[in-house]
């Protein structure tokens, strides 16, 4: 699920090569949102063969970049050049749109492994969904919600930064709650290991 910044391409070949596999093995890559930061190596891939697959909502955001400009709230100058640094490192000023995009669709189950079930959650892009893979147990929730703010550094279940609409990213965490997973796999941050009603609450919480 995603495919952070430019310079990940060289950790997802380390990994591949780890598992014994190639980029040929891979049969769908699913963008949570269209934001820069989750789309890095999306077009290297795709033009690799492989499909590209996103809300259709931010499509045309992952085509073009384009998004509305949303307040930056709390921050701390620390956190703030950390991320910006390792940004820098990966490659963040060469990111690549997708030409090509597959949309998909709230409660599409997807012909891949695993069959992952997309879960429409608008808020932080009108596009955002959570992926739920029940054979792993797992939901990817992309930025939807964070268990680390890359501009504040706290850590622990939170709302998410740079979101476009905060109220309804909040209200779109009910879509959660009630999904069989003992995995939630934030895109910043470390996984949450536990049902995701507890981290919805969590978030509404610290929220």
């Keep these: 699920?995603?495919?952070?910044?430019?310079?990940?391409?060289?950790?997802?070949?380390?990994?591949?090569?780890?598992?014994?596999?190639?980029?040929?093995?891979?049969?769908?890559?699913?963008?949570?949102?269209?934001?820069?930061?989750?789309?890095?190596f999306a077009e290297r891939l795709r033009q690799a063969g492989v499909p590209v697959f996103i809300h259709a909502a931010d499509a045309h955001r992952v085509r073009t970049g384009k998004k509305p400009k949303t307040e930056i709230g709390p921050a701390r100058i620390g956190p703030v050049l950390r991320f910006l640094a390792y940004s820098?490192?990966?490659?963040?000023?060469?990111?690549?749109?997708?030409?090509?995009?597959?949309e998909v669709a709230d409660g599409e189950v997807l012909n891949l492994p695993g069959a992952p079930v997309i879960i429409g959650m608008p808020g932080h892009s009108p596009g955002s969904v959570a992926v739920h893979v029940p054979i792993a147990e797992a939901v990817f929730v992309g930025d939807a919600l964070t268990t680390q703010h890359v501009l504040t550094g706290r850590e622990g279940a939170q709302p998410a930064p740079f979101t476009d609409e905060p109220a309804q990213a909040l209200r779109s965490l009910d879509r959660l709650a009630n999904l069989s997973a003992t995995w939630v796999l934030p895109g910043h941050g470390a996984p949450w290991r536990g049902e995701p009603?507890?981290?919805?609450?969590?978030?509404?919480?610290?929220?």
């Design 88 to 102: 820098l490192r990966k490659n963040a000023l060469r990111t690549r749109h997708v030409h090509e995009v597959i």
């Design 197 to 207: 009603a507890g981290i919805v609450a969590a978030v509404r919480g610290a929220g």
């Design 1 to 40: 699920m995603d495919a952070g910044l430019p310079g990940h391409w060289n950790d997802l070949q380390r990994e591949l090569k780890a598992l014994g596999k190639r980029v040929d093995d891979i049969r769908g890559l699913v963008l949570t949102h269209g934001d820069s930061d989750h789309i890095g």
